[in-house]
């Protein structure tokens, strides 16, 4: 199959999401179930949805796989959590290893996929060293240790040819998150193009695209959900996978009645 701008070129329609779930909490009771979840991903109508804050086995949420919920809710064939670290984010954890797979609970990101995958990467993002303030609205401002990060890759086999998605939560720490985002692009750019990027990335546009170079496909607000005034996620094209994804049709921050963060999903169409 080609890769670069003439598969890119071939692309008609695609529907690509990006999700941080804040752990599928609703902010107006504090509660996680599966049916709020997945009625906010399945409103979505994404293709390849990223998934950032995703438990696993972890008390606050049930014990629910938050991964699997939103693969059914979306019809998906294919889907992939990559935990960041076993334990409690502000609470107790330690970084994830590879022989963790069967501790629990677990806390990371993932990516959900309509279309099949021939090859995943994972990528460690370290976190930063030192404690930095965050504000929690349960605990006002604390002094936190920063969690490490990943990111999340997968070559997906789609009818009109190769695609690499990729989706990660960088670092709260000004300055820390650039690193971060530094590295991934490196990383993703050992894959085949055409290339994009989903994620929280704790950061506004101009700082994304001075430092990856990369197209930002929507500009929206999509923080904090109640009164969106930032934009902390993004969906992003690498214009050396070739520059042909096809125009931007639609733009769109629902209302999911769970998470501080809006969804932020894009419909591409070639037509």
Do not use: C
């Amino acid at each position: 199959m080609n890769t670069g701008a003439s598969s890119l070129a071939r692309f008609v329609h695609v529907r690509l999401a990006t999700f941080n779930l804040l752990h599928g909490r609703s902010l107006s009771d504090g509660t996680v179930h599966a049916e709020r979840v997945a009625a906010a991903v399945a409103q979505l109508d994404a293709d390849v949805l990223g998934l950032q804050e995703v438990d696993k086995a972890q008390p606050r949420s049930g014990l629910l796989d938050l991964t699997a919920v939103a693969a059914e809710a979306m019809g998906a064939t294919v889907h992939r959590f990559a935990a960041a670290v076993v334990g409690t984010p502000g609470e107790t954890w330690q970084p994830w290893r590879s022989d963790d797979d069967n501790i629990h609970p677990l806390y990371g990101i993932a990516l959900v996929s309509r279309y099949p995958v021939t090859r995943w990467q994972i990528t460690a993002l370290p976190g930063a060293p030192i404690r930095s303030p965050l504000y929690d609205p349960d605990n006002g401002l604390r002094l936190l240790k920063d969690e490490p990060r990943v990111l999340l890759a997968a070559v997906l086999d789609t009818p009109h040819g190769p695609l690499t998605v990729a989706t990660t939560h960088l670092s709260f720490v000004p300055g820390w998150n650039l690193r971060q985002l530094r590295h991934a692009v490196r990383a993703l750019r050992t894959l085949p193009g055409p290339r994009v990027l989903l994620g929280d990335l704790n950061m506004p546009v101009r700082p994304v695209r001075a430092v990856t170079g990369w197209r930002p496909l929507a500009r929206a607000a999509t923080f904090p959900s109640f009164s969106p005034r930032a934009q902390l996620d993004h969906i992003l094209a690498d214009p050396r996978g070739g520059d042909g994804l096809g125009r931007v049709v639609q733009v769109a921050t629902p209302r999911a009645g769970i998470s501080d963060h809006l969804p932020l999903v894009v419909h591409l169409d070639r037509a």
